[in-house]
């Protein structure tokens, strides 16, 4: 089985969405890659990550390419008429979210999962700021355990709590919801995000509909 053949058929993605994110193989000794080309808007490599498509006792085998700096995936799919940006913990994910939601929105993966630790995504941000200043509006679309809480926490309180907004999936991810119950369940997770305000904190119009 070929990536792309993985990936449009397990994996829900369409060839358009494959070809979009560059997402291509490498094959050796040890199996069959994934490859995820990590690339500035302008195209220009400066990451590549290899996931292997076989898993040894359901661990993921992965690596990325020596003494490359840490940014974003899926920077080079930025367009000029973007106007939301979203934020995800894998790969796969920010394509099956680019591939649900569709133009207008940039969608994008932080480059080596959730660190809950408030230095764990230093480099990353501040590689992208120039990308990330342009956006009014940050969606943050992480697992829903306790380090992607808290890592959601953290990158929120960096780029600004103000813009940020929590998506919440129906299943596990954005893939398993794509895979399992298709792109409009992805849509309809977008539009019930919610701001990180403390819960006791109401609207006004919320404040006005109880009254009324």
């Known amino acids: ?3 792309l053949e993985y990936l449009t058929k ?3 993605l369409t060839e358009e969405t494959v070809k979009l994110y560059k997402i291509s193989q490498k094959t050796d000794e040890r199996g069959t890659w994934i490859v995820f080309p990590f690339l500035e808007e302008d195209g220009v490599p400066f990451l590549i990550k290899y996931l292997n498509m076989v898993r040894v006792d359901g661990k993921k085998e992965s690596y990325t390419s020596a003494k490359s700096k840490k940014a974003l995936f899926g920077q080079h ?3 000029g008429n973007d106007r939301n940006l979203l934020i995800c913990e894998g790969e796969i994910d920010a394509a099956s979210w680019k591939q649900a939601l569709g133009t207008g929105y940039l969608c994008l993966s932080i480059p080596f999962g ?3 630790k408030e230095d764990g995504h230093d480099e990353w941000i ?3 700021w120039p990308l990330i200043e342009r956006f009014e509006r940050i969606y943050l679309a992480f697992d829903g355990d306790e ?3 808290a890592a959601r926490e953290i990158i929120a309180r960096r780029l600004g709590r103000e813009r940020s907004y929590v998506v919440d999936t129906p299943e596990k991810d954005a893939n398993a919801t794509l895979v399992t119950r298709g792109p409009q369940a992805l849509v309809n997770a977008l539009a019930k995000a ?4 403390p819960s006791e904190l109401r609207n006004a119009a919320d ?3 109880v009254m009324n």
């Open 1 to 3: 089985e070929t990536v």
């Open 10 to 12: 397990e994996r829900g």
């Open 77 to 79: 799919t930025a367009e």
């Open 114 to 116: 959730a660190q809950a």
């Open 126 to 128: 501040e590689n992208c």
């Open 147 to 149: 380090k992607g809480r």
């Open 194 to 197: 919610r701001t990180l305000d």
């Open 207 to 209: 404040l006005y509909d």
